[in-house]
């Protein structure tokens, strides 16, 4: 399985949100909180090029932020990207993966 890393704060409503589709679909990750971390924020915006979080890398491939993950999930591309087959992922649907 691809090794997943997520640059996350505390306090991030869109952090949250990308950790339960990834543990909805039964996938560990990596987390760097960037805040207090200047080695973990520097290491993301050299990464990403961006300031936002969450920054998800799955292997070297950039997702993006959390709308970006879901997006991949809604067109059946992340369980490919994780190395899942359908039956190995859980369904989630977009209530699931977005719970507002």
Request: charged residues 30%; glycine residues 8%.
């Amino acid at each position: 399985m691809p090794k997943v890393v997520m640059y996350t704060t505390n306090i991030c409503p869109y952090c949250v949100r990308a950790k339960a589709l990834l543990h909805k679909k039964g996938v560990s990750y990596e987390e760097r909180r960037i805040e207090g971390n200047r080695n973990f924020m520097r290491e993301m915006l050299e990464r990403s090029k961006r300031r936002t979080v969450p920054q998800i890398f799955i292997d070297d491939y950039h997702v993006g932020g959390y709308e970006n993950l879901a997006e991949l999930n809604a067109f059946g591309k992340l369980d490919e990207l994780l190395g899942l087959q359908p039956e190995d992922s859980p369904g989630v649907t977009q209530e699931e993966a977005d719970p507002t």
